[in-house]
């Protein structure tokens, strides 16, 4: 077999976050008399971790505004107690794990999520699937940068271009494009068959069951 693992993105990928994500931002919003933003509006803003999210979210043009720092900090707690709101694994994604599983291939998760919130969401919806995780902390730049795409490499102790890369932004893209990684678009996420055939994808897949297609 020409691939020995797959990545995941979680967000848009395994599971359907945006309704936690949603409600979390907006309470931090409302609670500062600014503008909640619609669901078509969240999808665009994930991807890049929740800072970020903020900061477009509420409209802030610098990073070193003194306001982003203090949503962020309410959007962490927020989050911290919202983040399973309305959460649900994608329809073919559990077949599809294990199915990679009965291959022996290895699994691993690159997010910008924090990592603790996906060291929870991957304990309550997949124990036991993936063998290691990326989240997003200070220790490894946050994607589209592939330092932690490559640690994954490393700790399988494979080469980047024996693992797929399969996510539902540009930016999972990217990440995978810069690390050297065969990129595979997922079209059930957030984002357009256009932004991920844009940033580079090598495939785009509609479904998760297509991603065996590619593994044989």
Same mark, same amino acid.
Not at 50 to 56: A, C, D, G, S, T
């Given at each position: 077999?020409?691939?020995?693992?797959?990545?995941?993105?979680?967000?848009?990928?395994?599971?359907?976050?945006?309704?936690?994500?949603?409600?979390?931002?907006?309470?931090?919003?409302?609670?500062?008399?600014?503008?909640?933003?619609?669901?078509?509006?969240?999808?665009?803003?994930?991807?890049?971790?929740?800072?970020?999210?903020?900061?477009?979210?509420?409209?802030?043009?610098?990073?070193?505004?003194? !306001?982003?720092?203090?949503?962020? *900090? #309410?959007? $962490?707690?927020?989050?911290?107690? @919202?983040? /399973?709101? &309305?959460?649900?694994?994608?329809?073919?994604?559990?077949?599809?794990?294990?199915?990679?599983?009965?291959?022996?291939?290895?699994?691993?998760?690159?997010?910008?999520?924090?990592?603790?919130?996906?060291?929870?969401?991957?304990?309550?919806?997949?124990?036991?699937?993936?063998?290691?995780?990326?989240?997003?902390?200070?220790?490894?730049?946050?994607?589209?940068?592939?330092?932690?795409?490559?640690?994954?490499?490393? !700790?399988?102790?494979?080469?980047? *271009? #024996?693992? $797929?890369?399969?996510?539902?932004? @540009?930016? /999972?893209? &990217?990440?995978?494009?810069?690390?050297?990684?065969?990129?595979?678009?997922?079209?059930?996420?957030?984002?357009?068959?256009?932004?991920?055939?844009?940033?580079?994808?090598?495939?785009?897949?509609?479904?998760?069951?297509?991603?065996?297609?590619?593994?044989?």
């Amino acid at each position: 077999m020409k691939y020995k693992a797959v990545i995941f993105d979680m967000d848009g990928t395994l599971v359907d976050s945006i309704y936690g994500l949603m409600y979390s931002v907006n309470s931090v919003l409302e609670r500062h008399g600014l503008k909640k933003i619609n669901m078509e509006q969240c999808k665009l803003f994930v991807g890049n971790g929740i800072k970020e999210l903020v900061r477009k979210a509420a409209g802030i043009e610098s990073q070193k505004d003194e !306001r982003l720092t203090m949503y962020y *900090e #309410e959007m $962490v707690k927020e989050y911290s107690e @919202n983040w /399973d709101y &309305k959460m649900y694994v994608y329809d073919g994604i559990t077949g599809l794990l294990n199915s990679l599983m009965q291959k022996s291939l290895y699994l691993a998760v690159n997010t910008n999520k924090n990592e603790d919130i996906a060291k929870k969401i991957l304990d309550k919806y997949f124990p036991g699937c993936f063998s290691y995780m990326v989240g997003g902390s200070d220790s490894v730049p946050k994607k589209p940068d592939p330092s932690g795409a490559l640690l994954i490499a490393r !700790r399988f102790g494979i080469k980047p *271009e #024996e693992c $797929v890369y399969l996510g539902d932004s @540009n930016v /999972d893209i &990217k990440t995978a494009k810069n690390a050297g990684m065969y990129a595979v678009g997922a079209l059930w996420g957030f984002r357009s068959r256009e932004e991920l055939l844009f940033a580079g994808a090598d495939e785009v897949i509609a479904r998760p069951a297509e991603l065996l297609k590619i593994l044989m």
